[in-house]
């Protein structure tokens, strides 16, 4: 542990009890399998036969980027076969995808990476052999001449996420004895998959192979592939989500060279394995595993690292074909304005509108990641009900969306528009790259709107209902105290003797009529205009329009609960809460009266927001 962490009270036990499952998962894997001692250290390639076969260290990325590591995961090794499916994706994006699969086949073959065999075509039988890889590095050398070396190395690190080194040492001992992978180069360019100087391309191989690296970096690079090509650990697109997923593709068929079928069958996890000792394994979507030990057995394959992956996928049920989804826990609630209205206090003519209509509006919340599955789900409910006039997809809580879940919505969208229904969003945080696709197969659908709140975005839905069946919004004025729900039940002489006691006040667009924390001294009745209520710095609880009041909270409390503010131009009647004081006892009755209408009122709001907390937990 680092010794600059400044939590003295934090004894060893208590940082044991907070180690996550995970981790001691892992921890009892190294435990376990140190003393694993089969298989060989390589020694065909003379400077590998140097390494300490003791060295065990795993590493595993999440792809939120947490890194694990337990026991040699920092000692560096070379990546050797490890860097074919990197090269492999690289050649794919930088000549081109036809370019490159018009090369280099896709089959197992069956034989060992070393294997000097081609296909029945003449061609690599793929590129995680030895063949294909060297026909990867001459394509790479082919579009970069002299710099294809440092194009790799490069292109490497952007997985890493750091600057690769590469072992001096090991690369002159392979260069002096790979006479072997020299005639796989010469059987190549007999055929024209190498074109130019088979020296030249054999080198950059045998330096690709001896690039250094960690059981941490291939955990990043494996968490890169699983990641559709984004390093979750410096967040950069390394490469295309094509290359990625053909690379892993390749992976999946030959990446354990003849022990390809036995690995896919028994672990279920694309991996890639060296004879430096380095397995790494990407489970997409899921995770990036490296481990380093460097007993081999007779495939080539780590010892150790095998066992790892083995126990990984078996203790948590890792098989990548041994899945399932619930397509429908993408969905938090749904309802519509008669279960929950927006935070706008409405007129009573409003409220009779909005009750007749409450089904033209529904609103349905979504949560976590929008996959092909719940977009459809999601599709099937809507057609299932009454089809609304406006439909409200709240986004706020979407994490991500796949492309097949985009596509999916987008096609939902064009057919709502065909029945004339507007979909409205909110929730959508501005410039995420998530919303991409979206983006793009929505454009030029007339029917979407966007609002940043789920409260704005109901509101306008509403006003929209309100004016279809006549209602008038915010042009009234209220000049009498006969609406106010406050003074129901006053008589005609009671409401003129209040109102005498008032000032009329005019307030600008954006004015704040009220400040949080400040004494409240008065009460104010909305004459015309419209008004907001805000958490101070917060969330808009209230839109208020003619004939409401605002400030009455001052009859029970000392300070401002909460920020108004005028949306445009606004008159207010404001009563001076001593005045208003004066009023109730001299009317006791009246006084009484009026308390009870502000407990009604309170008791209404609570009502509003216990629903809005029970949709989201009733779904
Ligand atoms: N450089 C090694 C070779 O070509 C890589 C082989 C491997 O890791 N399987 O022999």
Redesign the pocket.
Known sequence: MNSSRSAPLQNAASWAASKPPLLRFLTACHADFSTENGGNVAD??PELGKADPDHFGISLVTLDGHVYEVGDSRIPFTI???SKPFVFALALDTLGAARVESEIGVEPSGDP??SIRLNADNHPFNPMV?AGAIACSGLIHQAKGDGAFEYIRQALGRFAGRELDVDEAVYAS?STT?D??RAIGYLLRNNTVIKGDVGAVIDV??RQ?SILVTARDIAVMAATLANRGINPVSGEQVMTPYAISRALSVMTSSGM?DYAGEWIYRVGIPAK????GGILAALPARLGLGSYSPRLDSH?NSVRGIKVCEALSLHYDLHMLNRSDDARNSIIADYNIGKSASRRSRRPHEQKILAAHHQDVRIIELVGTLTFSNVDYISRRLAAGPRPHFIIFDLRRVAAMTRAGARLLAEGFHELAAFNVTVILSGIKHSSPQWEPLGEWVKGTSNLRNYHLLDDAIEWAEDQIVYRHGGAIDSVEVTELSEQALLAGLTAEELARLASLGAIRTYQPGQQIIAAAQPAVSLFFLRSGVVHVRLHGGMRLATLTAGMAFGEMALLETHRSADVFADGPATALEVPLRDFERFREAHPRTGERIMRNLAQLLADRLIVANTKVNLLTEN
């Open positions: 065909y390639i050797q076969s490890v990476f070393n030895n392979e790979g072997r992978n191989y045998f192979c060279y394995s060296g004879v430096g080539g």
